[in-house]
């Protein structure tokens, strides 16, 4: 099966996918940034580099670079044009879009039944102020767009939110206010396979985020049948079928939802597990 990857060709999630396809697979990695489309009479092209796109069997998108409106767009409408030309996205634009948009993201999750953090979301340092206080004075100040923790800001002062919001007015950012859930420095990351959820826990005693890249460190998690239809509901709620799903513990006694990643990252994962995640996300993307 030829499958396109947007990926970088020397990152580790690539090199984990070609040793993971061995011979079953010829895998390509290509790049948003060279994606090129020509539109002429009857042709409808889709390149990336020297790869014709719609010629592969499927493309994986393992990568989501930053880029203005409308390259996003752009590369957007183009992963949903190989999708009407027949070929096999993993996952649709779609379902990126909406994972990606953390505002969507909550919205879909709490239509889909699952318990989220109260939160806000406005566009003036007013109104969020308003929030800071709605919420109790304890909140995480998250980029509309971003993951791995970057770009979160917990707040507690009034001064300092005050200065925060403003500051975010003035590059015109959206600000997306959600009231900070005490916890015990743990979360859990399901990843959601077609049918298949394995699962981890992310333990960080030093610091309130509990991302593997700041820090947290993996250990196992039992994935019962309740967790496992958890993940797969918020995955559903998206539309990822392969989907990093973020479920926080906290001190109440309840589980929260916070966040489902439709790009997600398996190399904590396969070691905490011993399962080789690369090779069941080529066998999902193969059906």
């Not at 990606?100 to 989220?116: I, S, W």
Request: with cysteine; glycine share 8%; aromatic share 6%.
């Amino acid at each position: 099966m030829q499958i396109a990857v947007l990926a970088a060709a020397d990152s580790w999630y690539y090199r984990d996918l070609v040793r993971a396809a061995g011979r079953r697979h010829e895998l390509t990695a290509v790049s948003y940034k060279g994606i090129v489309s020509q539109v002429r009479g009857a042709e409808h092209s889709l390149r990336s580099g020297p790869m014709e796109l719609s010629g592969a069997d499927a493309l994986l998108v393992r990568s989501m670079p930053p880029g203005s409106l409308e390259q996003v767009v752009f590369r957007m409408d183009a992963l949903a044009q190989l999708e009407a030309a027949g070929v096999r996205v993993v996952n649709p634009p779609k379902a990126i879009e909406a994972a990606v948009d953390k505002y969507l993201a909550t919205a879909r999750l709490q239509a889909a039944g699952m318990l989220v953090p109260p939160t806000i979301v406005c566009q003036t340092a007013d109104k969020a102020l308003v929030a800071f206080e709605t919420l109790g004075g304890d909140v995480v100040v998250k980029p509309l767009f971003g993951g791995e923790g970057r770009g979160l800001t917990r707040v507690t002062d009034a001064a300092v939110a005050r200065r925060v919001f403003m500051a975010l007015e003035q590059t015109g950012s959206v600000l997306y206010v959600q009231q900070f859930v005490p916890h015990d420095g743990v979360d859990w990351r399901l990843m959601v396979i077609g049918d298949e959820v394995l699962g981890m826990k992310r333990i960080n005693p030093d610091d309130w985020r509990t991302n593997i890249s700041l820090g947290a460190r993996p250990a196992p998690l039992e994935v019962t049948v309740e967790l496992a239809q958890l993940a797969r509901r918020a995955a559903a709620a998206v539309g990822a079928s392969v989907a990093g799903v973020d479920l926080l513990p906290g001190r109440d006694g309840r589980l929260y939802a916070i966040e489902v990643n439709a790009v997600p990252g398996w190399r904590a994962l396969a070691e905490v597990t011993g399962v080789d995640v690369a090779a069941r996300v080529l066998r999902h993307v193969a059906t």
